[in-house]
């Protein structure tokens, strides 16, 4: 009889490992696979041009028939953003998720017309759903969205711990309670591989309690003379809840600023996750009415957004409101990494237009909704695992998180930092690194629902670095020249004392030399001869300038013979920078 080779159970990260955001696992079983989450991530300052960034599904597309359905921890956008890019592409069987993270995610897809393309289950805390070879339990942790879950996955080889984001808050505003006995319970049976989120691992001790946050936000309403504008992420509805609280307790009204503020506000309370009367909010022109010390302003644009209401409001480019002195601004979030320059701009306009703004990492107005160093120790302690992997976090994270393991005492050999497109194979008894899937960048320019090719951002960021060098030749048909070199230059620096008209003429003698040398033109084709024109002045303005500007040649054919029509009357034209 042939012997039967066991299936592994293969863990596959396409998003989220090596990098803050678009948290996206698959993890798969002979025929079957699950998906763990689908997240978006936001661009960094390079990326110009570029609204949101999604991971390469290509492996989920080859692979859509073994898909039996995506577990969804919480409704964080880097966790469900991707959802409506992946349906676009393939259907998903059956979408699991928590009450929040579904009604935020029916509104995307309506939206897109994608409700066709999957179903959507909602699950409650402890239920055991079975997807393919593999059941899962949502479990309830505590983080900065509420309805957020820890998943336990039971496959064939073993039970695998999930965290999904998580922080150990023991006086959560909506007293749901970290799950612990069930995390304890599976580490009693024993739990395979623990996969934990590795955010605030550079952070020693423990995140604060949501409710720390209250004592501030109570003690600046209590101060506060005039208005005050509160700005934290939409979706931190324990945060908008706590604010919406504040704001009944000192008897002023709220004015919501941002779509996506409104949107969750409007989901959230019809969901039940807050309550408030009806009257507390106000729209912005009757807002407007009151005095000032009966307004609250609830805006987005904590992160420095260029077309955010605080940021508008902070520029003095809001239609409707107005910075005033005397205004009290609540910055109640801490910048994600990238995005501290627009945030102190912000900041900085705030206070030049005379508001007091309370900010920053130990003003009290913030805490995070990861779990920082003693709470990623306890979350081994608890759980037990076998092999140990981390996630959702930079490189240097992950590996900073499996030396945290390594001291809870797992063998180091048995923790992993994977980067997305690495394959963990594990058996009952043995995990390794084996293999890699295709993984990488999708660029989205949201405003024209369309990717951006890698090459394009590339040139962007090229042109903003270097400038732009075009060059411009005609050609007759055989291949001699009818006009130009031309050149222009687009913001390019040029080397000290050195006029634009006597550098344009060096980069044409660069052309010259070799549009001038018949066995060149005689042999090249358009294409190549770009190709080597482009390389030519590359090496130039590398050598002369140390300098990488984009570099664009323009050929244009004509079917006349040069004899015809005079010989090179035009003399080239020079342009400035
Ligand atoms: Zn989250």
Redesign the pocket.
């Known amino acids: 009889m042939p012997s039967t080779i066991p299936e592994i159970l293969k863990i596959i990260p396409l998003g989220g490992l090596g990098e803050i955001g678009k948290n996206t696992m698959v993890i798969s079983y002979g025929n079957d696979m699950i998906l763990v989450d689908a997240g978006l991530a936001f661009p960094t300052d390079e990326m110009l041009g570029v609204d949101l960034v999604l991971p390469d599904i290509s492996f989920l597309v080859e692979n859509q028939s073994k898909l039996k359905g995506l577990a969804i921890t919480?409704g964080?956008e880097?966790?469900i953003g991707g959802i409506p890019f992946i349906l676009k592409e393939m259907s998903i069987p059956v979408i699991y998720g928590p009450a929040l993270a579904l009604g935020l995610l029916e509104g995307k897809l309506k939206e897109g017309g994608l409700e066709d393309r999957t179903s959507l289950r909602q699950v409650r805390p402890r239920e055991k759903v079975k997807i393919g070879c593999f059941e899962v339990q949502f479990i309830r942790c505590t983080?900065?969205?509420a309805d957020s879950f820890s998943l336990i996955i039971k496959t064939p080889v073993g039970t695998l711990i999930h965290t999904g984001?998580f922080k150990f808050d023991f006086t959560p505003v909506d007293g749901e309670l970290f799950d612990i006995a069930s995390l304890t319970a599976a580490a009693d049976e024993g739990v395979l591989l623990l996969m934990s989120d590795s955010t605030n691992t550079e952070r020693e001790g423990y995140t604060p309690s949501e409710k720390t946050v209250w004592n501030k936000l109570n003690e600046v309403f209590a101060n506060a003379k005039q208005r005050i504008i509160v700005t934290t992420f939409a979706s931190n509805v324990h945060r908008v809840r706590q604010v919406l609280q504040a704001a009944l307790k000192y008897d002023r009204k709220v004015c919501i600023l941002g779509r996506s503020m409104l949107n969750l506000a409007g989901i959230a309370r019809e969901l039940g996750y807050m309550t408030f009367p009806d009257g507390l909010l106000l729209p912005v022109d009757q807002i407007k009415k009151l005095p000032m010390e009966k307004v609250v302003i609830l805006t987005t644009g904590s992160q420095g957004e260029p077309l955010s209401a605080l940021t508008r409001i902070a520029n003095d480019e809001h239609k409707q409101i107005k910075i005033v002195k005397g205004d009290t601004v609540i910055i109640s979030a801490t910048p994600i990494p990238g995005n501290e320059r627009s945030v102190a701009n912000t900041i900085n306009a705030l206070f030049t237009r005379g508001a007091e703004v309370i900010y920053g990492r130990d003003s009290g107005v913030h805490v995070s909704?990861h779990a920082c160093r003693e709470e990623q120790k306890l979350m081994i302690n608890l759980c037990q695992p076998k092999f140990f992997m981390p996630i959702h976090g930079e490189y240097r994270m992950l590996v900073s998180h499996c030396e945290l393991a390594t001291q809870c005492g797992i063998p180091e050999e048995n923790t992993f930092v994977l980067e997305n497109g690495d394959v963990l194979e594990v058996t009952a008894d043995s995990a390794r690194k084996e293999g890699h899937v295709k993984a990488g960048l999708i660029l989205v320019d949201s405003s024209r629902h369309w990717h951006i090719n890698d090459a394009i951002v590339e040139d962007r960021r090229h042109l903003s670095e270097d400038g732009l060098v075009t060059v411009a030749l005609t050609l007759d048909h055989e291949r001699r020249v009818l006009a130009g070199p031309d050149v222009n230059l687009k913001g390019v620096i040029l080397p000290r004392g050195i006029p634009a008209e006597e550098f344009v003429i060096k980069v044409q003698a660069v052309v010259k030399a070799i549009i001038d040398d018949r066995s060149v033109m005689d042999k090249m084709e358009d294409r190549e001869l770009r190709t080597h024109l482009t390389a030519a002045l590359g090496k130039y303005f590398d050598e002369r300038m140390r300098a990488n500007p984009l570099v664009q040649i323009l050929l244009h054919n004509v079917s006349v013979d040069a004899d015809k029509i005079g010989k090179f009357k035009r003399p080239p034209t020079t342009t400035s920078r």
């Open positions: 919480h964080h880097d966790h983080h900065s969205i984001d909704g």
